[in-house]
């Protein structure tokens, strides 16, 4: 059986996460709309409160995609292939998603939990549903494999989330 150190697998399995049952992606996807609510919360409009919710959302997108690369491989020859608990790529995944939020969208707090909450669900509909070419990039062996559907998945929420964001 192979070994994945209680770092690596801390991090795929964002901390824990993909453990969870049901719907262990749905709980991955998780973390950075909290995050992202809470910056929020704390007054997005500010230019400075954007741009610490950028940064954090791309310090989260980084380090959760860096270890589905460096990892993904031997997560896969632990658990299989894509396993179910490594949530890494939805951790990640749903930063593209968050980054793309016009900041607009997120001026009030209702507008900001609508917003957070439509991204959270577009994501996970893109993601389960895998339209080309999200659904192609899993024929990519290792990590990237693990990841980069999930990133495509992160933009085509995005994408819907500022088509909403121009015919509102």
């Known amino acids: ?32 709309v909290i995050v992202a609510g809470v910056v929020t919360a704390a007054g997005i409009t500010n230019p ?12 989260i997108f980084v380090i959760f995609s860096a270890a589905c690369v460096l990892w993904g491989t031997d997560a896969e020859a632990r658990w299989k292939k894509d396993p179910g608990q490594v949530v890494a790529d939805e951790t990640a995944g749903q930063c593209v998603t968050l980054l793309m939020i016009p900041t607009a969208m ?25 339209p080309w070419p999200a659904g192609a990039m899993q024929n990519i062996r290792g990590g990237w494999g693990i990841l980069l559907d999930d990133w495509v998945a992160g933009f085509m929420a995005g994408v819907v989330i500022w088509i909403v964001h121009i015919w509102l």
Request: charged share 10%; proline share 7%; aromatic share 12%.
């Open 1 to 32: 059986m192979n070994t994945i150190s209680p770092t690596a697998e801390g991090l795929l399995t964002t901390f824990g996460l993909g453990h969870w049952k049901p719907a262990s992606g749905t709980w991955g996807s998780m973390p950075p």
């Open 48 to 59: 400075a409160v954007r741009g610490i919710y950028d940064v954090l959302m791309v310090l």
């Open 106 to 130: 997120l001026g009030t707090p209702l507008s900001a939990f609508l917003t957070l909450l439509g991204a959270f669900l577009l994501f996970r509909a893109f993601d389960i549903l895998k």
